[in-house]
């Protein structure tokens, strides 16, 4: 994990919480990371600072996955969806993602959906599961009573270690990508 100063890491969690693009649509959004994806993606990734960054997070994720799927995370939430009706993925869930959270996932090789598939879900929820690779912090961070009930505490606190190396290398990623936005605009 990294050890940044507690200080620290709460000024680099509240400034990738600001939303750019607050109020466009979920389109709108991929709409415009695709255009940025499109346009810079070559440039972003040869500087080194977000190259390193990607493949971070690229391990991270592969960490938090490996996790979810031993603890029998993946399971319960797939069992959930599709036997019980219920998804933790709402209808709305879509417009807290903001257009640089969907630039991270198209820097990481994710196609972002054409289309709504499940109405009554988010946008980003396929029948699959979620279309992305990074997700917000509630994404990554909450789970049910259904599923706390499976785990021990060493597990859970193994799991928020590993989710927390996730969250961490995913807000400091999306800080370099908004610092190399501000800095192009110049």
């Known amino acids: ?3 940044l100063p507690e200080q620290d890491r709460e000024q680099l969690m509240m400034r990738a919480a600001e939303c750019l693009d607050e109020g466009s649509s979920i389109e709108d959004k991929m709409r415009t990371a695709q255009y940025i ?4 993606s070559d440039q972003l990734r040869r500087e080194p600072d ?3 960054l990607i493949e971070k997070l690229e391990m991270c994720l592969e960490n938090s996955r490996a996790a979810m799927l031993e603890l029998g995370i993946v399971e319960i939430c797939k069992h959930c969806d599709e036997e019980e009706g219920g998804s933790c993925c709402g209808a709305g869930m879509e417009h807290k993602f903001d257009t640089l959270l969907l630039l991270m996932n198209l820097l990481l090789g994710v196609s972002l959906p054409e289309g709504h598939c499940r109405p009554n879900s988010c946008y980003l929820l396929t029948e699959k599961g979620c279309s992305l690779k990074v997700r917000l912090v509630l ?3 909450f789970l049910c009573p259904k599923i706390l009930n499976t785990m ?3 597990d859970l606190i193994r799991l928020q270690q590993i989710s927390g190396d996730e969250l961490t290398t995913g807000f400091m990623l999306y800080d370099a990508l908004k610092r190399f936005m501000r800095n192009t605009k110049n």
């Open 1 to 3: 994990m990294y050890n």
């Open 152 to 154: 021990s505490r060493e």
């Open 50 to 52: 977000i190259h390193h």
């Open 37 to 40: 994806y499109d346009s810079w």
């Open 139 to 141: 994404c990554v961070d």
